[in-house]
């Protein structure tokens, strides 16, 4: 697990360098220069294409990690496989704009009375989508080659400091219009799969020349199936992130989504070590699983989970404690604060999707994986079932709610049948220890600002400013009696090894 702690913590410190470029655009920029409508309207267009995205790539991420171990060959540039990866997600792309153009009518139908602005820039969504899509593909190359850190930092810093220009140049500057922003948002798209192809090509470890031998009636059937199987399991697992966006939009209107996408934003954050660390280890047990050992593969996914459990937490518990000064913070705060409660019912949402998401992988990549297609089914199903249900009632917090309840069903059968099927656990003892150090951190912060935050708002200074000196100096002593407590109790040997290291600790 050394090595993939290490790439992971590579691959983190990008992504996070990524929320940094984010956070500055979202707090100081969107929300400054962009009407809500229009933050919802970019969020929209970019969702949309996600989803487009997911459905054209006919599981081909998925299946380049769990094939690739099957043609992995360095001296022959590992058969060819890259070829397949280009085609077979073209195909796809072009069967399902054929799809899009047969529901064009039902697409209006739905935006037309509450979201009207999206459907003058409908049209965006497939260049869009096409740049995605083959990005996500030549990630995935890179992925099980073992170089995730420049992928990533394409995805994660690129992308971003190419929306934030846009941003600026449209409500900063004034030199675009907003055809000009959407367009500056697909030429942003286009740059990071092209920059990502030519890594591809710089490692020189690919073939454009695929050999046809490698492919046995038994794999070549074993790929159809499992690619019929991702393309519907596409269809409903790559529908949940993105189903309340669409909810809102139909339902409540652009503004709301802006709102919503603000929300949904800082909630993002809990999940930025989950990107990395999921993203090095999947090829790691796909070849565990082909090779039937798992006791490695049940290995790597409890450690997975723990590191994931307990940063995840942290991260969202930090966030929540100092919610209210980072929306006094947000320019136009006020308008945007109604999705507090948004923040925290995602945040827990993404925990536990963060935490158990290893079990997914486990099973798809294990000859059980049609039972993952059932149950996101089923909770696709679910999570629009309570849309309808819970968006009327209680708005924004209802489409937050219904991804939270479908998400804690779907674990739960998921988490039963890798056991059943398997005999694979997630859990370890050292997860319970990560709940008490949570539960104690919540009682110090408490403690906290019963006892010492009064203090800190009668310093002499302007009340913003007070309270945030108390949240920060607040936040560095919880975040140094976690480390502590992680350090002392021993959660985890490789963090432990982190901390020993950073600080020239003997062990």
């Known amino acids: 697990m050394g090595i993939v702690i290490k790439q992971s913590i590579k691959g983190t410190v990008v992504n996070y360098i990524g929320v940094v470029i984010g956070f500055i655009t979202t707090f100081f920029v969107v929300t400054a220069y962009l009407t809500q409508e229009e933050v919802g309207l970019t969020r929209i267009l970019i969702d949309a294409a996600v989803l487009f995205a997911s459905f054209a790539q006919l599981g081909t991420g998925a299946s380049i990690i769990r094939f690739f171990p099957f ?5 022959k540039k590992h058969h060819g496989f890259f070829f397949w ?5 073209l195909v796809g792309f072009l069967v399902f704009l054929v799809v899009a153009k047969l529901f064009h009518g039902t697409i209006i139908q739905a935006f037309s009375k ?21 990005q996500s593909v030549f990630e995935a190359n890179a992925n099980v080659l073992m170089r995730i850190v420049v992928p990533k930092f394409v995805r994660e810093v690129g992308i971003r400091i190419g929306l934030l220009l846009g941003y600026l140049l449209y ?5 675009l219009n907003l055809d000009g922003l959407v367009t500056v948002v697909c030429i942003t798209y ?31 059937k074993d790929i159809l199936f499992y690619t019929v199987f991702l393309l519907l399991n596409a269809i409903t697992v790559n529908v949940m992130p993105l ?16 709102t919503y996408a603000i929300a949904n934003y800082i ?15 999947q090829p790691e047990i796909s070849e565990a699983i082909k090779n039937n050992d798992y006791l490695r593969a049940e290995t790597l996914c409890k450690s997975v989970s723990l590191h994931l459990m307990l940063s995840s937490t942290l991260i969202l518990f930090f966030i929540w404690i100092n919610i209210d000064v980072l929306f006094s913070l947000l320019p136009n705060g006020e308008k945007y604060d109604a999705g507090k409660s948004v923040v925290l019912i995602l945040g827990i949402a993404k925990i536990i999707n963060s935490t158990l998401f290893v079990s997914s992988s486990a099973l798809n990549y294990s000859k059980h994986y049609f039972w993952s297609l059932i149950f996101t089914i089923l909770l696709t199903l679910s999570a629009i079932l309570l849309n309808v249900l819970l968006i009327p009632r209680i708005g924004m917090d209802g489409a937050a709610l219904s991804h939270l309840i479908s998400y804690f069903a779907f674990y739960l059968c998921l988490l039963l049948i890798l056991r059943l099927k398997l005999g694979i656990s997630i859990f370890s003892r050292s997860q319970l220890k990560v709940i008490i150090l949570t539960a104690g951190l919540v009682l110090l912060n408490l403690a906290w600002v019963q006892i010492l935050s009064p203090l800190f ?48 600790i003997k062990k």
């Open 190 to 220: 286009f740059l990071a799969a092209v920059i990502d192809f030519l890594y591809l090509l710089s490692l020189g470890k690919i073939s454009f020349k695929p050999e046809l031998g490698i492919l046995s009636k038994p794999l070549l």
């Open 267 to 281: 909630a993002t954050v809990v999940e930025v070590p989950n990107r990395s660390l999921n993203a090095i280890v």
């Open 114 to 134: 509450k979201s009207e602005l999206f459907l003058s820039y409908y049209k965006f969504v497939f260049p869009l989508s096409l740049f995605m899509l083959y």
């Open 171 to 175: 409500g900063y500057w004034h030199i």
């Open 85 to 89: 990866t280009l085609i077979v997600p």
């Open 243 to 258: 189903l309340n966006t669409f909810f809102v939009s139909a339902s409540m209107g652009l503004a709301f989504t802006g």
């Open 71 to 75: 043609f992995k060959n360095e001296e």
């Open 457 to 504: 708002l009668k310093l002499p200074f302007s009340s913003t400013a007070n309270a945030l000196s108390d949240a920060i100096v607040r936040s560095v002593f919880l975040m140094m009696a976690a480390t502590g407590v992680c350090y002392f109790w021993n959660i985890s040997d490789d963090i432990n090894r982190i901390i020993r290291k950073v600080l020239h």
